[in-house]
């Protein structure tokens, strides 16, 4: 499945999330799928920006960890199912964004918890959402730098004799 679907799928359950439990289930969700776009990238993606999909990865790769609640399984990632990634501007714009609305949510959850754990899992989910979507910020620096392979050179004008 393509990255842009999956990521507005997460999206809108993260809208939908009421109760915190579903909130942090949600905000893995996002984390799960940084990860899976790091990954695709580091392989897939242009040289250029293969070294910062590869901290892409691992950040996100970390934030899954902290955020996995007692008895979640990592299979129930819907990153698993990401296949490819035909706008990966498109893809790395709705991830930064998806990742801004999972801090936030992250933050709502945490000023309520009244369990420690869970205020703790929702502080560490909210730096790894900071520190992911950083990451989402670098790799669309970096490819605003490379040439897009559809721009045309102008046109070369033959000197007059």
């Known amino acids: 499945m393509d990255a842009v679907p999956l990521i507005e799928i997460t999206r809108r359950a993260l809208a939908h999330s009421e109760e915190a439990a579903d909130v942090v289930t949600e905000a893995w969700q996002a984390q799960a799928l940084a ?7 580091a392989t897939a993606g242009p040289p ?11 950040a996100g790769g970390r934030a899954c960890g902290s955020l996995r609640g007692p008895g979640q399984r990592s299979d129930g990632a819907r990153a698993a ?3 490819e990634m035909s706008d ?3 893809a790395l714009h709705d991830l930064g964004d998806l990742l ?5 949510a992250l933050v709502r959850v945490a000023v309520d918890a009244e369990e420690e754990g869970l205020y703790w899992r ?4 909210i730096d790894a959402a900071d520190e992911c979507g950083d990451r989402v910020t670098a790799i669309l620096r970096r490819l ?3 040439p897009r392979p559809f721009r045309r050179a ?3 004008r033959e000197e007059a004799r």
């Open 144 to 146: 605003a730098l490379i």
């Open 81 to 83: 199912r990401l296949t």
């Open 35 to 41: 990860e899976a776009v790091g990954v695709h990238l």
């Open 154 to 156: 102008a046109p070369v």
């Open 100 to 104: 801004g609305e999972a801090g936030g």
């Open 88 to 90: 990966p501007l498109s």
């Open 48 to 58: 250029e920006v293969r070294a910062q999909a590869g901290g892409l990865r691992e």
């Open 122 to 125: 929702c502080i560490e989910g």
